[in-house]
């Protein structure tokens, strides 16, 4: 089952614009990061944020985490068409032996028109 | 510093017909992992392997095998190709447990089993 729930699953913005996605979980992590996929084309790392962090910036990326909602939101400011890809939340799984295996969401289409 | 590599980038099977995927690293990376992504599914975890001579089960393992004889190679086989198994497949490694590390993917390898 999916650990990591993104909403929306598609967004559709003008170049400048924000753009917030947001991912649930289930249970407790270690960590929750996300990945950028272009179409095509392999997953991407963009940022990681550990369960006792709460903000994280990373250039025009600011990662939230709420671990009390078990949620995490990612806002890419100043968006450009280059950014147009889908966005997955991946979690550590939280049955045991996992080895810190991650499981993925099904992902935001994020799609920004110039 | 090629990263992850993936061989072959598409192919063609016919039902109950094998193949090897092959999944190179040059990162000397401990932990790997062979993926699937189907739409609308986000990425399923078929094996992983924490070290050379290792391999281990995750979500979705069935009709698969794989094998970790060399530290930066990682091969996913499929003994009796079946439609189900049409997807997009990718491999990835990591330094560590996702526990604090993140994972680097290869480009895919698109397959359909007719």
Known sequence: SQQGEEDPQALSIQEGENATMNCSYKTSINNLQWYRQNSGRGLVHLILIRSNEREKHSGRLRVTLDTSKKSSSLLITASRAADTASYFCATDAAYGGSQGNLIFGKGTKLSVKP | ?114
């Open chain 2, 1 to 114: 510093n090629a990263g992850v590599t993936q061989t072959p980038k598409f192919r063609v099977l016919k039902t109950g017909q094998s193949m090897t995927l092959l999944c190179a690293q040059d990162m000397n990376h401990e932990y790997m992992y062979w993926y699937r992504q189907d739409p609308g599914m986000g990425l399923r975890l078929i094996h992983y392997s924490v070290g050379e001579g290792t391999t281990a089960k995750g979500e979705v393992p069935d009709g698969y095998n794989v094998s970790r004889l060399k530290k930066q190679n990682f091969l996913l086989g499929l003994e009796s190709a079946a439609p189900s198994q049409t997807s997009v497949y990718f491999c990835a490694s990591s330094a560590g447990t996702t526990h604090v590390r993140e994972q680097f993917f290869g480009p895919g390898t698109r397959l359909t089993v007719l």
